[in-house]
């Protein structure tokens, strides 16, 4: 998401965020709310747009697998609360008006996704404005859906490699190495047999509302098994899944694939600055695979857990030399000096970084890819 302003004086101070939400049972109102409108726009216009026999949010109460659970859709209306508040309410709140005509949304075709994205729409918007959205089918790296100066035969490369990657790393496999836990570690740690169908990705979207609520939501595959968690299973469980997602960063044959997955979404971004475009925020819900990608290729440190939900946000502003700035914050937290291109003396006061410096880093990769060589 990358708001804009003239001035670098208007700078956003971003509301704290952290994984301390409460339950849907404690905001009845406002999920009930939220289902309602399930209906305003989204079941006459789902096939139009490409999610036919998509869901714009849970079933039922009873949480399904391939859905959100009813307390990951009150997450992420706090999600979009949070982002209403720092960019319509405060700063901002002269310059943008919480419209869908200010808005480019972009979801990748996962019901996860489609219903994430919604639940932010229904917090970040007016009712009344919720219906006039557009959410645009993409890619899962967005590289076919969005404007960039992307060769076809990057897509077409990126489309052979996905299945190979994701396999990595949502099953906790590497290319060439053994898997990241023996199941006999997990079903001891679940005092369950798993027969062997947990994955990496799986695991850990199993075990953050654990962390996030404290609570057990069930919404899994393996939900026909009885799982007692222990605080130390719990614990090993999440150091190992979380050590996999780091070594995975690390790993030459991963990184490779990141600059290439990501490099869609990120000149995109640059080239949405040098428009200036009445579109005043961009917004894309993606999957776990495409968020580890972006994060190597842009050299944060995966250093802390990443819960769920998670926000990245890139704000974009314009000096009064009319240079270009972006900042970058990750669940509130201002990273941009952690990104490789903003290291050092390149980050200036507030957070700002040369938007230059992104444009520079991106030719550099470019160079690199197969398709551009």
Same mark, same amino acid.
């Given at each position: 998401m990358s708001p804009s302003t003239r001035s670098q004086r208007c700078v956003i101070q971003p509301p704290e965020f952290n994984c301390m939400f409460e339950s849907y049972e404690q905001n009845n109102a406002d999920y009930l709310s939220f289902m309602e409108n399930d209906d305003l726009y989204f079941v006459s216009n789902l096939k139009k747009l490409g999610f036919k026999g998509f869901k714009a949010s849970p079933s039922s109460?009873?949480?399904?697998?391939?859905?959100?659970?009813? !307390?990951?859709?009150?997450?992420f209306l706090t999600v979009g609360r949070n982002l209403q508040e720092a960019y319509f309410f405060r700063s901002f709140r002269n310059r943008y008006l919480p419209r869908a005509d200010n808005l480019d949304i972009h979801s990748i075709t996962t019901s996860v996704a489609f219903q994430s994205l919604f639940a932010v729409l229904h917090g970040?918007?007016?009712?009344?404005?919720i219906v006039k959205t557009l959410i645009q089918k993409s890619s899962e790296n967005f590289c076919t859906s969005i404007n960039s100066s992307i060769d076809k035969c990057h897509c077409h490369y990126l489309d052979e490699l996905l299945p190979l990657i994701q396999r990595a790393v949502q099953q906790g496999r590497f290319i060439f190495k053994d898997d990241f836990m023996s199941i006999s570690d997990v079903e001891k740690a679940l005092n369950s047999p798993t027969r062997g169908k947990l994955s990496a990705v799986e695991l850990y979207s199993l075990l953050m509302p654990l962390v996030c609520?404290?609570? !057990?939501?069930?919404?899994?595959?393996?939900?026909?098994?009885?799982m007692k968690f222990t605080e130390d299973g719990i614990l090993m469980l999440i150091n190992k899944t979380f050590e996999h997602f780091i070594t995975l960063s690390k790993d030459p044959v991963f990184r490779a694939f990141a600059d290439s997955y990501s490099y869609p979404f990120l000149d995109?971004?640059?080239?949405?600055?040098?428009?200036?475009?009445?579109?005043?925020i961009h917004l894309y819900s993606g999957d776990f695979t495409f968020f580890l990608s972006l994060l190597t290729s842009l050299g944060t440190p995966i250093e802390e857990h990443i819960t769920s939900p998670t926000r990245l946000v890139f704000e974009l502003y314009r000096g009064q030399t009319k240079s270009m700035y972006i900042r970058a914050l990750l669940n509130g937290k201002l990273i941009t000096q952690e990104l490789s291109m903003c290291a050092g003396e390149r980050t200036e006061k507030h957070g700002m970084c040369p938007l230059v410096a992104l444009a520079d880093f991106l030719k550099q990769k470019r160079s690199s890819l197969p398709c551009y060589r």
């Open positions: 109460e009873v949480c399904k697998e391939g859905q959100l659970t009813p !307390n990951g859709v009150v997450q970040f918007l007016p009712e009344k404005q609520n404290g609570q !057990n939501y069930r919404c899994h595959k393996l939900t026909d098994h009885f995109a971004m640059v080239m949405n600055s040098k428009r200036w475009s009445d579109k005043k």
